[in-house]
Each structure stands twice: as structure tokens, then as C-alpha cells.
């Protein structure tokens, strides 16, 4: 896969992966039946006959165990979109299966999110991304500082597999990558942890989505939680994450304030986004929700 990651950056593919909604309706428009390029192929996620794909790429692509065959045409297993100059191998849509691996708007925020800290902060001597998904953290952190201990920890050997993938086609294969629930497999203190964890209630309970708790906000507590067990000494957490709103009121940071109620921490929140998600509104248990939050959560060990 790495090889058909390399041809695709070197013809100038360029994918910015929407939300499902999005790429859903994108996809119904009349036209949009079959791909007829690169993108369509593997972003969009549309059907496609063999003579779309130079032969080359399509043979690079079989030899991968990529493409599959659909009532006498082709699809990719796969989604490859692109941030900056690196791109990152992902589950094809619609993202059902139970290990499915999700890149999406959310990765773009928290992209920039970690990419604006580093920047900003002295260099890591350890970090760790938690629930890494497709990589994206912790290769963004060994982009930026080559010099650090990088691991990425995710529950789903599905994601590690793409992550390994897009790590070597960043050119930082060096990362650890460990299967781990949390931190539960790894061992030792961390100057900076990030993540990304998925924050709605679902009931099909698919990895990439489920945050579990009562609105969505289980899993980003557990790994608050996680951090102040694991930070070192003037280390940080950064956690990009989203949250019910309910009658004004913010579940996840209520929690957050009662666990960081301690001296030793000190800890900042900022709303990036006030309404996302507004379908899941539609569901049981987020219709008692006003709307969907994202927020970055910054919490520092003194």
C-alpha cells in the first residue's frame, strides 16, 4: 500500500475527506454513479471499471489486496486523503464495519490544533498518541521534532496496520506502535500526550466512533484520567474532542473539572467549533442535546 501511496502524491492527488453526510450526498448527485478519476476512485469511494486506473497503479493496487470486485466493476477498500504534503490510508466509505479506521474533518482540526502547540512548545523527549487511528498525531510529532520517542497506541490492530503504513510513507517509520487500551500496555511517563478519541454514543458500538458514557464523553474522560497517572513533570496533554451540550451546561468539562480539581494540574479549554454533528441530534441519547461542541482541552502537570 505504501507504493500506491507514493504513485498517488506523485501524480498530484490531492483529497480533503468530508464528513459522512457530506460525502454521502456528494455521492447520490445524478453523474456520480462511477468515478472517473483518481479521487473518485480512492475518495469518494466510488465504483470504478479497471481501464480507470493506469495499469501500473491498478496492478500496484491488486498486488496491495486493495481492490475488490463489485458486480463486474472495482472498488477500493480503501480511502487515501491528503493533509499537506503527507497522506493517509483510511477505510472506504460508508465506514461500517466495526474496526473501520475514520480520517475526516475532525483530523483537519486536530491537525492544526497539534501542529499550532508544536510550534509553541519545547520538544518532546517522549509522546504518545492514544486511539492514534490513522497516525495522524504522532506522525505530525516526528515530523516536528525527529529527535523524540514517538509511540502510537490504538485498541484496533486494523488502525495500527494503517498507521504503520502511513508512518512509513511520511518517511518517520521509526514510531512505536503498540496495540494498547489507553496506556494499559505501555509502560513509562510521557512529556506529551495527544488524542483524538471518538466522542458520540453509538450503539453499534464501532471503534472509530463510540466515546461511550452516557453522551459520548466516556472515553475522553478515561484518557484525562490516563494523563494525570502518566504525565511527566511539566508535561501536557492535548485532547481534541467534542461534547454534548445540554441546557448550556458541558457534561464533558464538569467531569473534567471535577477529576483536575487537584493543585498539581492546571488546565484551559477552548471551544473550536460550537455546532457539528447536527443529524445526531436527531438520536437517542443525544436529543437531549442542544447542539455538538468541539473543544481542545490542554492539561499541564507543574
Keep these: 500500500m505504501r507504493q500506491v501511496g507514493i ?4 501524480a498530484g492527488y ?3 475527506c468530508p464528513t459522512p453526510e457530506t460525502q454521502r450526498r456528494v455521492n447520490a448527485r445524478p453523474g456520480n454513479e462511477w468515478a472517473g478519476n483518481l479521487v473518485d476512485v480512492f475518495g469518494w469511494s466510488r465504483p470504478f471499471r479497471q481501464d480507470v486506473l493506469p495499469a501500473p497503479l491498478f496492478e500496484q493496487a491488486m498486488a496491495a489486496g486493495m481492490l475488490v470486485a463489485d458486480s463486474g466493476a472495482w472498488r477500493s477498500r480503501f480511502r487515501f486523503s491528503t493533509l499537506g504534503g503527507n497522506g493517509f490510508f483510511h477505510s472506504s466509505f460508508p465506514t461500517e464495519a466495526a474496526d473501520a479506521v475514520f480520517f475526516g474533518p475532525d483530523s483537519y482540526r486536530f491537525g492544526a490544533v497539534l501542529t499550532a502547540h508544536l510550534r509553541g512548545a519545547p520538544p518532546p523527549g517522549r509522546a504518545v498518541d492514544i486511539g492514534c ?13 525527529p529527535a523524540a520517542e514517538t509511540v502510537m497506541v490504538d485498541i484496533n490492530p486494523a488502525a495500527l496496520r494503517l498507521a504503520r503504513i502511513n508512518a512509513a510513507l511520511a518517511g518517520v517509520d521509526g514510531i512505536l506502535a503498540r496495540q494498547s487500551d489507553l496506556l494499559s500496555d505501555v509502560s513509562g511517563a510521557f512529556d506529551l500526550i495527544v488524542s483524538n478519541p471518538p466522542y458520540l454514543p ?8 463510540n466515546g461511550g458514557g452516557r453522551l459520548g464523553e466516556g472515553l475522553s474522560l478515561a484518557i484525562v484520567r490516563t494523563a494525570m497517572e502518566r504525565l511527566a513533570r511539566g508535561g501536557t496533554l492535548l485532547l481534541y474532542t467534542g461534547t454534548a451540550i445540554v441546557g448550556g451546561d458541558n457534561p464533558f468539562l464538569q467531569g473534567v473539572a471535577s477529576l483536575l480539581g487537584r493543585a498539581d494540574f492546571i488546565w484551559e479549554a477552548v ?4 455546532d457539528v454533528f447536527g443529524e445526531e441530534l436527531e438520536e437517542s441519547p443525544l436529543s ?8 481542545c482541552l490542554t492539561v499541564t502537570r507543574k
Design 14 to 16: 490531492r483529497f480533503v
Design 202 to 209: 453509538d450503539p453499534r458500538r464501532r471503534l472509530y466512533r
Design 7 to 10: 504513485t498517488l502524491l506523485r
Design 133 to 145: 487511528g490513522t497516525g495522524l498525531g504522532a506522525i505530525l510529532i516526528a515530523q516536528h521534532d
Design 271 to 274: 471551544e473550536l467549533d460550537p
Design 288 to 295: 437531549v442535546a442542544e447542539r455538538i461542541a468541539v473543544i
